[in-house]
């Protein structure tokens, strides 16, 4: 069972180049998140989803878009990058929410450089 | 925010125990969970308590005063693993999850 699989693991991009960071879960999981942690801190919320079609934003969105086309699939695009956007990124999904733990992907290290 | 505050980092011996504190605010409460995160890993699941009192899983337990908004991660019988980054959080009115910044714990030998 694969669970929350993200890619890429690390990437390293310029200043105003646009990626996209992808997640998939095979879990059938209707709430999908996006969280960013950069060194010494927490996590925080750039986006969520609580199923098909439907996407928010979280505390940190700018910057960032999302699109939910699937239950699977949360990617998570960053256009014209900037290097406060260097952080390790971690997708997440839950069946529901509120007082369901998350199942989180691996993480991506990415550097705007 | 949530305003959750937990200390940045402590330090213990192995086979001590340490107790990580966590305090919150207490409007909208619908829980509060514990993660453990090692370096370069993603966060797993601890606990997860909605009710007061002490909930205990093997070596670590979390208890819980919704009253006070005050909640603590029990860690005994440290062993080197349990080195890492432990991170309080607690859903908002909406659901989402917020995290506080997380305790380092440092177990020496």
């Known amino acids: 069972n694969a669970g929350v699989t993200q890619t890429p693991k690390f990437r390293i991009l310029k200043i105003g180049q646009s990626m996209t960071l992808q997640c998939a879960q095979d879990?059938?999981?209707?709430?999908m998140y996006w969280y960013r942690q950069d060194p010494g801190m927490g996590l925080k919320l750039i986006y969520y989803?609580?199923?098909?079609?439907?996407?928010d934003k979280g505390e940190v969105p700018n910057g960032y878009n999302v699109s939910r086309s699937t239950t699977e699939d949360f990617p998570l695009r960053l256009e014209l990058a900037a290097p406060s956007q260097t952080s390790v990124y971690f997708c997440?999904?839950?069946?529901?929410?509120?007082?369901?733990?998350?199942?989180f992907g691996s993480g991506t290290q990415l550097s705007v450089l | 925010g949530q305003n959750i505050d937990q200390p940045t980092e402590m330090t213990a011996t192995e086979g001590a125990i340490v107790q990580i504190n966590c305090t919150y605010q207490?409007?909208?409460?619908?829980?509060l969970f514990w993660y453990q995160q090692h370096a370069g890993e993603a966060p797993t699941f601890l606990s997860y308590n909605v009710l007061d009192g002490l909930e205990e899983k093997g070596r670590f337990s979390s208890f819980l005063s919704r009253s006070k908004g005050y909640s603590y991660l029990l860690l005994k019988e440290l062993q080197m693993k349990d080195s890492a980054s432990y991170l309080c959080?607690?859903?908002?009115?909406?659901?989402?999850?917020?995290f506080g910044a997380g305790t380092q714990v440092v177990v020496t030998p």
């Open positions: 879990m059938n999981h209707n709430y």
């Open positions: 959080a607690r859903p908002d009115s909406w659901g989402k999850l917020q």
């Open positions: 207490t409007s909208g409460f619908n829980g």
């Open positions: 997440a999904s839950t069946p529901g929410h509120t007082n369901e733990k998350l199942f």
């Open positions: 989803s609580v199923g098909a079609g439907i996407t």
